[in-house]
């Protein structure tokens, strides 16, 4: 079990009798984990990683069951790290998923061998991501999607972005964005900052480190993204 804030790259074995549970703080995997099971439980996250889920289903003795073996369950937040999270087996998640993007440009992805049920999950901003208002991002492939996710069109995502369209191929989950304050009241000069962006966006087009800085200004929390507005909206003051 893992229940604190922790790094770990170690393989983990135990394909016909381990479950790897995270129950709490947030587990940033780097290694690869052969289990029968893993469930991320509420209010924990799991960050990157490679599994395998065995279903024992078939193996197990007369009189003994267990419907969650051959599951990667997620009641927390799940997330790519620098890599893509891998799972083979099938997804269960009723938790949040976080949307991960290092350039702006891209964004890594949560890779399902099998089914990835994600009834009542909720698309989720991950502190030092990077997106821009006018991209999408796939961030969900599996061999079938099912289910729908809790946000909607124009539903916060950021403190300046909002969520404008969830588009599903069936394997695949695609995410884009439009631009919107979600910071509440802003002063003269703060506004003045925030109707600079679309315009530094532009200018910045060619310049990846740029564009990647700019995509985490719009996906900061309302808090932070309200403090960098407010320090650039000082650069502007005459």
């Given at each position: 079990n893992f229940a604190a804030d922790i790094a770990y790259s170690g393989n983990i074995t135990g394909d016909d009798n381990l479950k790897l549970n995270v129950t709490g703080g947030r587990l940033n995997y780097s290694g690869t984990a052969n289990v029968v099971n893993v469930n991320v439980a509420s209010g924990a996250a799991l960050a990157g990683g490679t599994y395998t889920v065995n279903d024992m289903t078939g193996k197990m003795a007369a009189g003994f069951s267990d419907t969650t073996t051959g599951q990667f369950i997620n009641h927390g937040t799940i997330m790519p790290g620098a890599e893509n999270m891998t799972i083979n087996g099938s997804l269960v998640s009723d938790g949040s998923i976080g949307l991960v993007s290092?350039?702006?440009?891209?964004?890594?992805q949560i890779v399902v061998s099998g089914t990835a049920d994600i009834t009542g999950s909720k698309l989720a901003a991950v502190e030092g991501s990077s997106c821009l208002?006018?991209?999408?991002?796939?961030?969900?492939?599996?061999?079938n999607i099912t289910g729908s996710l809790v946000n909607t069109a124009g539903s916060a995502f950021s403190g300046l972005l909002s969520l404008k369209?969830?588009?599903?191929?069936?394997?695949t989950l695609e995410a884009s964005f439009a631009a919107e304050n979600h910071l509440g009241t802003l002063n003269g000069s703060e506004q003045a900052a925030f109707a600079l962006l679309?315009?530094?966006a532009a200018n910045t087009a060619?310049?990846?480190a740029k564009q990647a800085q700019l995509g985490q200004l719009y996906s900061a929390p309302a808090a932070a993204a309200k403090q960098a507005l407010h320090s650039v909206a000082g650069n502007l003051a005459p």
């Amino acid at each position: 079990n893992f229940a604190a804030d922790i790094a770990y790259s170690g393989n983990i074995t135990g394909d016909d009798n381990l479950k790897l549970n995270v129950t709490g703080g947030r587990l940033n995997y780097s290694g690869t984990a052969n289990v029968v099971n893993v469930n991320v439980a509420s209010g924990a996250a799991l960050a990157g990683g490679t599994y395998t889920v065995n279903d024992m289903t078939g193996k197990m003795a007369a009189g003994f069951s267990d419907t969650t073996t051959g599951q990667f369950i997620n009641h927390g937040t799940i997330m790519p790290g620098a890599e893509n999270m891998t799972i083979n087996g099938s997804l269960v998640s009723d938790g949040s998923i976080g949307l991960v993007s290092a350039d702006a440009q891209t964004a890594k992805q949560i890779v399902v061998s099998g089914t990835a049920d994600i009834t009542g999950s909720k698309l989720a901003a991950v502190e030092g991501s990077s997106c821009l208002p006018g991209k999408s991002y796939t961030f969900l492939r599996a061999e079938n999607i099912t289910g729908s996710l809790v946000n909607t069109a124009g539903s916060a995502f950021s403190g300046l972005l909002s969520l404008k369209n969830l588009e599903s191929s069936g394997t695949t989950l695609e995410a884009s964005f439009a631009a919107e304050n979600h910071l509440g009241t802003l002063n003269g000069s703060e506004q003045a900052a925030f109707a600079l962006l679309p315009q530094l966006a532009a200018n910045t087009a060619s310049d990846s480190a740029k564009q990647a800085q700019l995509g985490q200004l719009y996906s900061a929390p309302a808090a932070a993204a309200k403090q960098a507005l407010h320090s650039v909206a000082g650069n502007l003051a005459p």
